[in-house]
Structure formats: structure tokens, C-alpha cells
């Protein structure tokens, strides 16, 4: 089953902090890489983070690092995503996403073939 299910998303203050999780019930998770990807109103969405199958090759957005950190838990079927010191421009639906090349944490979207329906942050000043 492709399904991924995201959650820990919501409304927060500038400087707060949030964890993000992804999880699926499919077999396919432990062999797949792992990505977050996020859309703003009105753009396009981008790339975040992205976790090899076994967690050894991560990438982040250059704009992101030090304050994003994606981690993953083979054993639940889970991927995380620490948000730390948000602030409002981080506002945005964020989706978790599957890519088959388990070990190419890729940035591109066209590599992801399963989709989380996605979680809404807010972050205001």
C-alpha cells in the first residue's frame, strides 16, 4: 500500500519549534528514500529534505540547513521532519514523499513516486 500519512503539523509563533511525521503501513518503506517538499499560496513547491533508505545520505535545502534537521525510523515505517526557529516564510502545506531510487535522497520532485496528502503550518510573527 502506497499511502503516506502525515501529521504534527498546526499554528505556531515565530521562534517555536515543530515535528513533522510521515508514515505508511507499505512493505515498500524501508527500501525507499524518503523526502519533505512544501507549498506556500501561490508558489511552487520546493524542496526541504530528503533521507537515503537507510538514513547514511541526507540533503537539505541550502536555505534550510541547521535549522531543519530529517531523521527516519526503518522499524515504524516513519520519517520526521524537526522544524526549529520557524518563521513566517516557513508557512506551508508540507508533504512526505517516497522516491524508489532507495539511495538517492534526490531533490526533484519528478523522482518521488508516492505522495502524502499533506500537513498545513502556520507560522506568524
Known amino acids: 500500500q502506497a499511502q503516506l500519512v502525515e501529521s504534527g503539523g498546526g499554528s505556531v509563533q515565530a521562534g517555536d519549534s515543530l515535528r513533522l511525521s510521515c508514515t505508511t503501513s507499505g512493505r515498500w518503506f524501508s527500501s525507499y528514500a524518503m523526502g519533505w517538499f512544501r507549498q506556500a499560496p501561490g508558489k511552487e513547491r520546493e524542496f526541504v529534505a530528503a533521507i537515503s533508505r537507510e538514513g547514511a545520505t541526507i540533503k537539505y535545502a541550502d536555505s534550510l540547513k541547521g535549522r531543519f534537521t530529517i531523521s527516519r525510523d526503518n522499524a515504524k515505517n516513519a520519517v520526521y521532519l524537526q522544524m526549529n526557529s520557524l518563521k513566517p516564510e516557513d508557512t506551508a502545506v508540507y508533504y512526505c514523499?517516497?522516491?524508489?531510487?532507495?539511495?538517492?535522497?534526490?531533490?526533484?520532485?519528478?523522482?518521488?513516486?508516492?505522495w502524502g496528502q499533506g500537513t498545513q503550518v502556520t507560522v506568524s510573527s
Open positions: 514523499a517516497g522516491n524508489f531510487a532507495g539511495w538517492n535522497p534526490s531533490p526533484r520532485r519528478s523522482d518521488y513516486r508516492y
